[in-house]
């Protein structure tokens, strides 16, 4: 009788698991175990958890950038205050070293505009530092988009009608030529007047985006795609950091460089100003343009 209600509640307790047929005999064969399958439901606690953390950042997120907007904006504003009056006779900016770049500027480095004289060639080695900070950030916009995965199959009505509009594309055919020309002059008139690199390029990204717009992305790609870019922008910072490197090296040690400043007005002149605003230019000029396609594409 004993084990007649033992062999009930086995059998009520796991029918599965056991072999209750062999009870009769004495033996007891256990069974595979039963993969047991986990819920597809997150444990709550932990889900709990990472929403609290997501309601308190979207909280505190807002009050932390208010904040050290203030902090930025009063600072700002500090300086502006204690900037000495503009044209006093005793400001401290007013030295030797403005002094210097007006009066030696132009027969020193050959360049008659002097703002390029000095950006790229007494101070190149911050210019450099931007143009590594610039592809360094777009290294990084390009890591967090392309990430996101691949672009959306949707299409763009809007673009797609552009694409096909004969004005749109007429117009594109006679301005697109016109401004990276003019971007072009921009860049190698920089060292000879107004004009240099950063704003050449920009000029000539905002072409480069006016042709993707008008005539597809997919016809500019063939010009300009992901590992094009990523060469053009790698050989135009090799080559500014090479060259000014040298110069620097020959500079402080008192050598001869094999570049000259050259007649002062003349296009070919200015030592390395010249190639270093073709280089300067080339890499914004890339970088808006990638930044546009990549943000055309739907890579967000």
Same mark, same amino acid.
């Given at each position: 009788?004993?084990?007649?209600?033992?062999?009930?509640?086995?059998?009520?307790?796991?029918?599965?698991?056991?072999?209750?047929?062999?009870?009769?005999?004495?033996?007891?064969?256990?069974?595979?175990?039963?993969?047991?399958?986990?819920?597809?439901?997150?444990?709550?606690?932990?889900?709990?958890?990472?929403?609290? /953390?997501?309601?308190?950042?979207?909280? =505190?997120?807002?009050?932390? *950038?208010? @904040? +050290?907007?203030?902090?930025? %904006?009063? &600072?700002?504003?500090?300086?502006?205050?204690?900037?000495?009056?503009?044209?006093?006779?005793?400001?401290?900016?007013?030295?030797?070293?403005?002094?210097?770049?007006?009066?030696?500027?132009?027969?020193?480095?050959?360049?008659?505009?002097?703002?390029?004289?000095?950006?790229?060639?007494?101070?190149?080695?911050?210019?450099?530092?931007?143009?590594?900070?610039?592809?360094?950030?777009?290294?990084?916009?390009?890591?967090?988009?392309?990430?996101?995965?691949?672009?959306?199959?949707?299409?763009?009505?809007?673009? /797609?009608?552009?694409?096909?509009?004969? =004005?749109?594309?007429?117009? *594109?055919? @006679? +301005?697109?030529?016109?401004? %990276?020309? &003019?971007?072009?002059?921009?860049?190698?008139?920089?060292?000879?007047?107004?004009?240099?690199?950063?704003?050449?390029?920009?000029?000539?990204?905002?072409?480069?985006?006016?042709?993707?717009?008008?005539?597809?992305?997919?016809?500019?790609?063939?010009?300009?795609?992901?590992?094009?870019?990523?060469?053009?922008?790698?050989?135009?910072?090799?080559?500014?950091?090479?060259?000014?490197?040298?110069?620097?090296?020959?500079?402080?040690?008192?050598?001869?460089?094999?570049?000259?400043?050259?007649?002062?007005?003349?296009?070919?002149?200015?030592?390395?100003?010249?190639?270093?605003?073709? *280089?300067?230019?080339?890499?914004?000029?890339?970088?808006?343009?990638?930044?546009?396609?990549?943000?055309?594409?739907?890579?967000?």
């Amino acid at each position: 009788m004993k084990r007649k209600n033992l062999l009930e509640r086995f059998r009520e307790w796991d029918e599965d698991r056991f072999d209750l047929t062999a009870m009769t005999a004495g033996e007891l064969h256990r069974k595979e175990p039963v993969k047991v399958q986990k819920s597809p439901i997150p444990d709550r606690p932990v889900e709990r958890l990472a929403e609290g /953390e997501t309601r308190a950042f979207r909280r =505190i997120f807002p009050v932390l *950038a208010a @904040v +050290l907007g203030v902090v930025m %904006i009063t &600072f700002l504003l500090m300086t502006v205050v204690d900037l000495p009056p503009f044209g006093a006779a005793d400001v401290p900016s007013d030295n030797e070293v403005v002094r210097r770049y007006v009066a030696d500027g132009m027969r020193e480095t050959g360049a008659v505009n002097v703002v390029a004289g000095v950006i790229l060639d007494y101070r190149a080695f911050d210019t450099l530092g931007e143009s590594h900070v610039l592809y360094t950030a777009l290294t990084a916009v390009l890591i967090l988009l392309l990430s996101a995965g691949e672009p959306s199959a949707k299409k763009d009505v809007g673009s /797609e009608l552009l694409h096909r509009d004969g =004005i749109v594309t007429m117009t *594109a055919s @006679v +301005l697109v030529p016109i401004v %990276i020309l &003019f971007g072009v002059y921009i860049i190698l008139n920089g060292h000879l007047g107004p004009g240099g690199g950063f704003s050449g390029g920009a000029v000539i990204g905002a072409g480069l985006i006016l042709y993707a717009i008008a005539f597809g992305s997919s016809r500019m790609e063939r010009i300009l795609n992901l590992r094009s870019f990523r060469v053009i922008c790698l050989v135009a910072l090799c080559f500014y950091s090479l060259s000014k490197c040298y110069s620097f090296f020959c500079g402080a040690n008192g050598l001869h460089t094999v570049f000259s400043p050259g007649v002062p007005g003349r296009i070919l002149s200015a030592g390395l100003i010249l190639p270093l605003n073709i *280089a300067v230019g080339t890499v914004v000029a890339c970088t808006m343009y990638g930044l546009y396609s990549l943000f055309q594409r739907g890579r967000i």
